[in-house]
């Protein structure tokens, strides 16, 4: 080869791997993060025991109740653990136990653990202040929200079986307990799932997305009509049945979907909507949250804001419509 073909050769040799070398950084920083659930085992039961205890902390005494007297609902509120903040304002407004009758509700945080020393003595410290803290052997994120659930399950039915309800619900979300009651005597009936009903929802195949649904583990085309996670009442009757449906049925990350969809169409149990739940943020009008039983995106300062409007200012509310206290209405969409 001549010298200027060689040059030249080398050149171009040259250019290629200077491109390669631009483009590998490029093309890796378009790839989604790998998804722990991904790699996990997807049988529950290599997570939860029923035979073991392993709650970090747990209140046992909540539930007590004399014996002519059974527990209305049991409250539980899926709290991450750096949401001290949120906790402290729903124990400070609709949470409060000085607010609502303690015979008919009791309220809990569910959290799991953190694997930072001193966030773990913070929620020591939280719990020996208010007693309403249960903490399992998890770690803390939010693709482990199905396990949260699943063990919220398990403790309840284990503590709370004089409790006729139990309300799942979301650190984020204000909570209307008289109306949650009313409505709770005007549906009072077995296998019963309550709140915010979804149906038709597609899988997201995006794996940029914190719902993304790999083929792998759900492979129908539409998910099961379910209930939004951010607040859903089980009858007494179903936390067994739906706990131990969730033993047999491999793992899905999404929670609402799997024990409100999956494991409750695996029990011929159908959802109900109630247009008191919304799973949305509502317009911050006192006159609408007297009305409904949820409001979901709520912050700890709209819930003081809302509180203190709800409880202090007397104002003359119009006859709020029906079809003005949610937005969307899957009444349609029962199948």
């Known amino acids: ?41 997807r049988d529950l039961r290599y997570y939860v025991s029923e035979l073991n205890d392993t709650a ?15 527990l209305l609902i049991i409250v539980v509120v899926c709290s991450s653990i750096e949401n001290m903040a949120a906790r402290v304002a ?22 799991g653990r953190s694997e930072n020393d001193s966030s773990q003595a913070s929620i020591f410290r939280e719990s020996e202040e208010y007693g309403d803290i249960v903490q399992e052997d998890f770690i803390d994120t939010y693709n482990n929200l199905t396990l949260k659930s699943v063990m919220m399950l398990l403790w309840v039915g284990r503590h709370c079986q004089r409790a006729r309800f139990l309300l799942k619900t979301d650190d984020d979300t204000f909570v209307h307990l008289e109306a949650l009651r009313t409505a709770l005597k005007q549906r009072d009936q077995p296998n019963l799932l309550l709140g915010s009903l979804i149906c038709g929802a597609i899988p997201i195949k995006d794996r940029k997305s914190k719902w993304y649904s790999p083929s792998s583990m759900y492979r129908e085309n539409v998910y099961p009509n379910y209930l939004s996670g951010t607040a859903y009442v089980v009858s007494r009757d179903l936390i067994r049945p739906l706990f131990k449906t969730a033993l047999e049925t491999p793992f899905f990350h999404l929670e609402d979907i799997f024990i409100t969809g999956i494991c409750a169409r695996k029990n011929r149990i159908r959802p109900q909507d109630h247009i008191g739940f919304s799973y949305q943020r509502r317009r911050m ?8 039983i949820t409001s979901h995106r709520m912050n700890p300062n709209d819930m003081r804001r809302m509180w203190y409007q709800m409880h202090h200012e007397e104002g003359i509310c119009n006859v709020t419509r029906k079809m003005r206290l949610r937005n969307y209405n899957p009444q349609r969409c029962f199948v």
């Open 285 to 292: 009008d006192p006159c609408l949250f007297r009305r409904v």
């Open 1 to 41: 080869m001549s010298r200027p073909k060689h040059r030249v050769w080398m050149l171009g040799l040259g250019f290629l791997v200077f491109c390669t070398m631009l483009y590998f950084p490029i093309l890796f920083s378009f790839r989604p993060p790998m998804v722990e659930w991904l790699t996990m085992k």
């Open 90 to 111: 729903i124990r400070a407004t609709w949470g409060s136990p000085a607010t609502y009758n303690q015979s008919q509700f009791r309220l809990i945080f569910f959290l």
């Open 56 to 70: 970090i902390i747990s209140p046992i005494e909540t539930c007590l109740a004399s014996p002519d007297n059974e």
